[in-house]
């Protein structure tokens, strides 16, 4: 793709949040340099299934992209980057509060050498207020952004998804909307921004419908409201091989679809009845009553808004992602189709200091000087 050529983004980021932002960026086009510490680089490397050459974790976060290795903890080492940062679009970190300042590499002293980059911070809690140095994950942002308290069954613990939501949604996917709308800003004149991106505010503006009962005085507690399990017709039900359907039919027309296939159309203006327990235990008896391969080819039939719950595995096979290419070598792909475009490819992740040699040389370094400072520990050559 090539919807970011030309855009030089610096990344300064680790792990998860910033590595599938700046991934995203390479996707599209943008020249991604990920700036990695000579010794262990992006501790991704080593986690998780072990690859060729590093984990695939890495290769699954970080495609597309070159390395630079530099000990930023040096003062050559942050003269380089500043000279880099000269000739960027974008620079994106995943420090806590402060970090990148006291090593001489924030966005104050990267306006001066380049007024108008686009720098983007991203953080657990923000660059301000009492938590902004506190450590924290995922779960703890969804903890406190009142999601895991309205998410599992009215009667049961709190639950949490098996994928990162504060990491991708509230951290990446936030960070990648705002450095795509600094970056126009500075097209249009505007010039360069500082964006200060926060995982648990990402997650907090997500919570529009649930704020909005909470300000009307609706309740708004775990396995009662409308789209947590509140309803009869929008949750998940266990078939009679110990499966699950998902059922989310709250539109009328769709409930009417559901009563039709499962043969109780008796049940079609019960759909908002107040005893909302009595009815799910009805549905509940309705689906544990066939296997879900005899529900999945009922519903086939139905437009009713009822689903499988599939594996992973499942999930890789199935017929509308085989269609749509998104799982690539072993990879998600990348999530949406441009007219005019071709789908970037899964491209591979670099070797830790792979584009140090050619990115200084750019710069005006010579072998020598390169030798030198990979001797003093101040870079990798790769």
């Keep these: 793709m090539d919807l970011l050529k030309g855009v030089r983004v610096l990344d300064l980021t680790r792990l998860y949040p910033g590595p599938f932002c700046t991934m995203l960026m390479a996707d599209m086009g943008a020249e991604v340099i990920k700036v990695e510490s000579p010794g262990e680089g992006d501790y991704m490397r080593d986690m998780g299934p072990p690859g060729e050459k590093f984990s695939l974790y890495f290769s699954n976060l970080n495609r597309n992209k070159k390395s630079i290795s530099l000990n930023l903890k040096t003062e ?58 506190r450590a924290g994950h995922d779960i703890n942002y969804m903890a406190i952004a009142g999601i895991l308290g309205i998410s599992g069954q009215e009667d049961g613990p709190p639950l949490f998804p098996g994928i990162q939501v504060g990491d991708v949604g509230g951290g990446a996917l936030m960070a990648l909307t705002a450095i795509l709308g600094a970056l126009f800003a500075r097209s249009c004149g505007r010039g360069g921004s ?141 999530p949406f189709k441009v007219s005019g475009q071709k789908l970037p490819s899964a491209g591979i992740a670099p070797v830790l200091g792979q584009h140090t040699v050619e990115l200084l040389m750019e710069i005006g370094l010579t072998d020598d000087e390169l030798d030198r400072l990979e001797k003093q520990g101040i870079l990798r050559k790769g």
């Excluded at 420090?95 to 050498?113: C, H, S, W």
């Excluded at 039709?260 to 203006?269: C, S, T």
């Design 76 to 133: 050559e080492a942050v003269e380089l980057f500043l000279r880099l940062a000269a000739r960027a679009d974008v620079v994106v970190d995943g420090f806590r509060p402060g970090v990148v300042a006291a090593l001489g590499i924030g966005y104050e002293q990267v306006k001066r050498v380049a007024p108008d980059i686009v720098y983007c911070s991203i953080s657990g809690y923000g660059q301000d207020g009492p938590y902004r140095e």
């Design 194 to 334: 500082y964006l200060d991106v926060s995982m648990l505010d990402g997650l907090i503006s997500w919570l529009p419908m649930p704020v909005a009962d909470l300000s009307a005085g609706r309740e708004v507690a775990r396995g009662r409201a409308m789209l947590n399990g509140g309803l009869a017709c929008y949750d998940v039900y266990r078939t009679a091989d110990g499966c699950y359907m998902s059922l989310g039919a709250l539109e009328p027309k769709f409930w009417a679809e559901f009563c039709r296939g499962a043969g109780r159309e008796e049940l079609i203006e019960r759909q908002y009845e107040t005893n909302q327990r009595a009815l799910k235990k009805e549905v509940e008896d309705i689906f544990a009553s066939r296997t879900r391969k005899e529900w999945e080819e009922i519903f086939n039939q139905f437009d009713a808004c009822c689903e499988p719950v599939l594996t992973l595995q499942e999930m890789t096979e199935h017929p509308q992602v085989v269609s749509r290419g998104m799982i690539a070598d072993s990879s998600p792909a990348f």
